[in-house]
């Protein structure tokens, strides 16, 4: 049986938060291209998640949409922090 929405938006939460390496520090690690700058992806996704868990908190329900939304912008964080090496392939 599928999760329901709010379900899924928490399950996401939860498995970025322990996929994600939020707690890494990029200092001096500028390479001037910021639309792939690990620490504002990290920062973005940070921002997206907390936003998420305060509105299930307040009793709102995501639409399919929305859980699709936070699923991509997940995975192309992970996939880009992969490609530059600060996460290990599985």
């Not at 998420?52 to 964080?77: F, I, M, N, Q, Y």
Request: glycine share 6%; with cysteine.
């Amino acid at each position: 049986m599928k999760p329901n929405t709010k379900t899924a938006v928490a399950n996401l939460i939860r498995e970025a938060r322990q996929e994600l390496p939020f707690q890494l520090s990029l200092d001096g690690h500028c390479e001037g291209r910021c639309e792939e700058c690990a620490f504002k992806l990290l920062e973005f996704l940070e921002m997206d998640l907390s936003y998420w868990e305060s509105r299930l908190k307040r009793g709102d329900t995501p639409s399919l949409g929305d859980v699709h939304a936070l699923a991509s912008d997940c995975r192309r964080v992970y996939e880009i922090l992969q490609v530059q090496g600060l996460i290990l392939p599985p």
